[in-house]
């Protein structure tokens, strides 16, 4: 082989940035590692704004995991800033104004909801039927031979999911899952975190640090603002870059539709238009992240300042309204989220089935794999990936 590499790893977001860390220093590889834009991170990046403030371009993102290797693996590039990441939904109460209720709703938006006196009778109601501490889903409580059990699944279905997931995913509410209904919790407890992981926070330096740190390793070439897919090609089960025969192993984490040229039709995203405001003033909001799950267009308000504890010496902070719509494949759009149904999952099987001809390529990553993930699920997977391919 001519290429003076023996790994090819496309995309630097979590997928690509351990796979090729742990290529290089654990399996003492020669890594390439292409990353179409100008940064690392993939949709993890942090930057400051033109306001100092620290924002997370793509979309909030908080580190939470119950896989103590995941943890640990992190930890080498990271000291963490404990956060307990707690949202609230902001909804019009009867009468005027609005209140914040506790979500995942639990026994404290029980209170918000529907006022001390008739919520202890609820909650004893509930912790009765179903235990302490628990997570009963709507579908359990709907099927609850109590009334006003069932009126409160009711009340949750309306005021905290419907509507929220009407926007996030542009369905009417007959087009909804019943089995993505029938999931939604109901948290028998006082516990307001979003998270009950036993590991969450964000990384003190926050998450492009972390990536440099990874990248920063003997063996890894890193190339920024590089599409891997001008200088890759795959033809009859063999693999060529920059137009020399590549017989190292290929972990790709970009759109598998795209890999090959949509040749079976494009798969079907979700994307996010995200709108920053910047305010003079300490915060915005109370929490880190508001839910608007009754009647805005926007799902979510995030202020970053909240997530990330920086102090700013001036009275500045900036927020972020999120927006979703359908992803048309326009130049600058991002595929957020997969739509996860059984058409989508069938095509995405084709697209895997054509990239499994190609025996040293390796699909890796929630574009890649066609799934929503965590960032601590996708480290998890990378890791288990280089377990394999270094055995
Ligand atoms: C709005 C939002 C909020 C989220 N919040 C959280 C959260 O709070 N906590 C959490 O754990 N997870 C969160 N996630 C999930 C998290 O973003 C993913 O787990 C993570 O991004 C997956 O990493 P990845 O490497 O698979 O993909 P990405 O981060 O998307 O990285 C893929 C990289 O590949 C590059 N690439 C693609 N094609 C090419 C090509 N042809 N050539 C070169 N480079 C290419 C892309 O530019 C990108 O940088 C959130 C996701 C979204 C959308």
């Known amino acids: 082989m001519n290429h003076p590499y023996d790994c090819l790893v496309i995309g630097a977001g979590m997928a690509g940035a351990v796979t090729a860390r742990e290529l290089a220093q654990r399996g003492n590889k020669r890594v390439l590692l292409l990353e179409r834009r100008t940064h690392v991170g993939g949709n993890a990046y942090d930057c400051l704004d033109e306001r100092g403030v620290l924002i997370h371009q793509y979309g909030p993102h908080i580190f939470h995991t119950s896989d103590k290797r995941v943890y640990d693996y992190l930890s080498r590039y ?28 639990n026994l404290v938006s029980l209170e918000v909801a529907f006022g001390v006196k008739q919520a202890a009778t ?53 087009e909804i899952d019943p089995n993505t209904t029938a999931r939604v919790p109901v948290f028998l407890s006082r516990d307001c975190r979003y998270f009950q992981d036993p590991w969450q926070g964000m990384p003190q330096e926050g998450y492009t640090a972390l990536f440099e740190r990874m990248l920063d390793c003997p063996g890894i070439t890193v190339e920024l603002g590089v599409d891997a897919l001008s200088r890759l090609r795959l033809d009859g089960g063999k693999i060529t870059l920059d137009g020399e025969a590549f017989t190292g192993t290929v972990i790709y984490t970009g759109a598998v539709d795209e890999l090959f040229g949509f040749a079976y039709g494009r798969l079907p995203y979700r994307t996010l238009d995200f709108r920053f405001e910047s305010y003079d003033r300490q ?70 089935a054509l990239a499994a001809t190609y025996p040293s390529l390796k699909l890796l990553g929630r574009l890649a794999e066609y799934k929503y993930y965590n960032m601590d699920a996708i480290a998890a997977r990378a890791l288990a990936l280089c377990d394999d391919l270094l055995k």
């Open 283 to 352: 915060f915005f909001q109370t929490h880190g992240t508001v839910n608007y799950t009754m009647d805005e267009d926007y799902t979510r308000i995030t202020e970053f300042k909240h997530l990330t504890g920086q102090r700013l010496r001036e009275p500045v902070t900036t927020i972020m309204k999120e927006y979703s719509r359908a992803y048309t494949g326009q130049p600058g759009e991002i595929p957020y989220y997969a739509i996860i149904n059984e058409a989508n999952n069938a095509l995405y099987r084709r697209y895997a």
């Open 78 to 105: 990271t000291a963490w800033r404990d956060y307990q990441h707690k949202v609230v939904a902001n909804i019009p109460v009867e009468g005027g104004g609005r209140t914040l209720l506790p979500v995942p709703f």
């Open 122 to 174: 609820l909650e004893k109601k509930l912790i009765d039927a179903y235990g302490a501490e628990r997570k009963v889903t709507i579908l359990e409580l709907r099927a609850s031979p109590d009334r006003s059990i069932a009126a409160l699944a009711e009340y949750v279905y309306e005021h905290v999911f419907v509507r929220y997931t009407m926007k996030q995913w542009g369905q009417k509410p007959e």
